[in-house]
């Protein structure tokens, strides 16, 4: 083998990736080839010095540059602090369950029959049952309202399908929440804990419906700012 | 009898002693940053960036485009975090994302001049070996920075990635989508220009 194939073969040797026999090879020529032996130690000095190279440090005004191109780029629809909106929603929407039925099941525990009334009645025995026949009118004005609402909101392909199936789940949340409502004041219809209980989820799920359908419409129109804003809404 | 070193093993393969564990946080991670949480995103940077800049800032040859290269890998892997599959670590995808950028970056370049220096696939012929120049043992870093600095785009990439991030010669010619033997002789043609330079003599 010529001194100039030798040479081509330093790069292995420094490396370490030469098996035994080349290197008995090559080691024997190195013993007869001071050229061979002047690179084979440049190189080891090259390669030690670029493996110890310092680190460099990236100055600040990158990441301060790259922040702010992030800011100006296309946000994806957001809502509490980073959290997806209709993840967001998951637990507005459980609180106000576990409120209502915290609330109804401990008036439940500490009532006793005739207080309900009377703290509906303050004034003449007959108000309950006008109260009781506007709560079942204002039921069935927003059960009207809901419904629309829901035909709407029905047609979500504008969201994908994660967060139509979340916001599908907040919504079952919600028809639990009236379910009960409704079954408990079956047995007891002026029961006025259960009828706040389901106003509260009716107006809850109206709500979550108005704003599905707005959030629909600011993604139809490709409007992430106004979509944004709604999210913002549903923050305060 | 100069004894050759230990062949190093390069960090961006080096796996995790626990790929699954660390991969979930790489996923949730990524899914944090992809939701737009601007911390997860900081998070991200200040994890990968030191490693990165290294990277960008060699191969680039310069601080200020490595400034803006290391800037344009970040904002790359901002917009593309939603085909982040944990398949590797977060940090070899972003590390094959950056060598990807780099290589664009040095094509552009090199289109740019007149005078081409030489290929990233050309099977480069070796310097001529100088007659007996001898590189000093303590060799000075900045004198090295500046003499990787001067290297062909072509030869200083494949280097960067072997001497200095410590990569084999089969995973250097993966990373650049050459053959093995180009990786090798590249790397030679390099280690021959710095000797020079490094003694003196170019």
């Known amino acids: ?236 | 009898m100069v004894t050759p070193s230990a062949p190093r093993q390069p960090a961006a393969t080096t796996g995790p002693s626990n790929p699954t564990g660390v991969r979930a946080v790489d996923l949730e991670l990524a899914q944090r940053c992809r939701r737009g949480d601007a911390e997860a995103f900081e998070e991200l940077y200040r994890a990968h960036a030191g490693r990165l800049y290294n990277l960008v800032f060699r191969m680039a040859g310069s601080a200020d485009e490595a400034d803006d290269l290391l800037q344009d890998v970040f904002l790359h892997a901002h917009r593309k975090l939603a085909s982040f599959r944990g398949d590797s670590s977060l940090g070899t995808w972003l590390y094959r994302l950056a060598v990807n950028h780099c290589l664009d970056f040095l094509r552009g370049r090199q289109a740019k001049m007149t005078r081409v220096t030489d290929s990233l696939d050309e099977e480069g012929a070796s310097e001529p070996a100088a007659a007996s120049p001898s590189v000093p043992t303590a060799v000075s870093r900045i004198d090295l920075e500046r003499a990787i600095a001067r290297l062909p785009d072509g030869c200083r990439t494949a280097f960067v990635l072997h001497d200095v991030e410590g990569f084999e010669h089969n995973e250097v010619a993966r990373l650049l989508g050459v053959s093995e033997g180009t990786s090798k002789s590249q790397v030679h043609k390099a280690r021959m220009k710095l000797r020079a330079m490094l003694s003196g003599i170019a």
């Not at chain 1, 040797?13 to 061979?36: K, P």
């Not at chain 1, 690179?39 to 922040?67: C, G, M, N, Y």
């Not at chain 1, 069935?140 to 994908?160: H, P």
């Not at chain 1, 700012?225 to 549903?234: F, T, Y």
Request: aromatic fraction near 4%.
């Open chain 1, 1 to 236: 083998m010529s001194c100039q194939e030798y040479e081509a073969q330093i790069g292995d040797y420094v490396d370490g990736a030469m098996d035994e026999a080349r290197r008995a090879s090559f080691e024997s020529h190195l013993t007869t080839c001071a050229s061979c032996q002047a690179i084979v130690a440049d190189f080891t000095v090259i390669r030690a010095a670029s493996l110890s190279l310092e680190p460099q440090v990236p100055p600040p005004h990158v990441w301060r540059k790259l922040s702010a191109a992030i800011e100006a780029e296309p946000k994806p629809l957001l809502g509490f602090g980073g959290t997806p909106w209709w993840r967001a929603l998951a637990p507005v929407a459980a609180m106000a369950v576990l409120v209502a039925s915290l609330s109804w099941t401990a008036a439940q525990l500490t009532s006793v029959p005739g207080e309900r009334v009377a703290r509906l009645t303050p004034a003449t025995p007959t108000e309950p049952v006008s109260i009781l026949a506007e709560y079942q009118r204002a039921e069935r004005d927003l059960s009207s309202t809901i419904e629309g609402l829901e035909r709407i909101a029905s047609d979500s392909t504008a969201l994908d399908m994660e967060t139509a199936d979340v916001l599908k789940a907040n919504l079952t949340v919600l028809d639990g929440a009236i379910g009960e409502s409704r079954e408990a004041l079956k047995n007891e219809p002026e029961n006025d804990v259960a009828q706040e209980s389901l106003f509260e989820a009716l107006r809850n799920k109206v709500a979550l419906l108005q704003d599905t359908i707005a959030l629909i419409n600011e993604m139809r129109k490709g409007n992430q700012e106004g979509a944004a804003r709604i999210v913002s809404g549903l923050n305060q």
